[in-house]
């Protein structure tokens, strides 16, 4: 079992900046895709961005050039620096892991096997 726990959510307005953290409850990053997932009400949950166990990352292109996902192996931790936030990047943010073993479909959401609880973000224009 893996827990996760997401933290660093806000309100911000558009343009500005936040980073989300995810602390696993033990060492994982070596063996497990770990990934940044969102929601907004009304819609389904999408990808954001992806860092496999080999170390490549994977972005959405709604944010690319402006999310930057990372981890410290050493602090168990996931990171999802964001930046130039707009509006439509609001929504309920989730750090998600899974088994490296699996290939492919790194933003498909039932791919994961863990989850935590959550992070809110909110942009204002």
């Known amino acids: 079992q893996v827990q996760l726990v997401e933290s660093g959510g806000g309100s911000v307005q558009s343009g500005g900046s936040l980073r989300l953290s995810c602390v696993a409850s033990?060492?994982?990053?070596?063996?497990?895709?770990t990934a940044w997932f969102r929601q907004a009400p009304a819609k389904e949950r999408e990808g954001v961005a992806v860092?496999?166990?080999?170390?490549?990352?994977l972005y959405a292109d709604s944010v690319k050039g402006r999310f930057t996902i990372s981890q410290d192996n050493a602090k168990n931790t996931l990171y999802l620096q964001m930046n130039n936030l707009t509006p439509e990047d609001t929504g309920m943010y989730y750090c998600a892991a899974a088994p490296a073993y699996l290939s492919g479909g790194y933003f498909w959401a039932p791919r994961y096997n863990f989850w935590g609880q959550g992070t809110q973000v909110t942009v204002s224009s």
């Open positions: 033990r060492s994982i990053f070596n063996n497990y895709d």
């Open positions: 860092i496999e166990g080999g170390g490549r990352t």
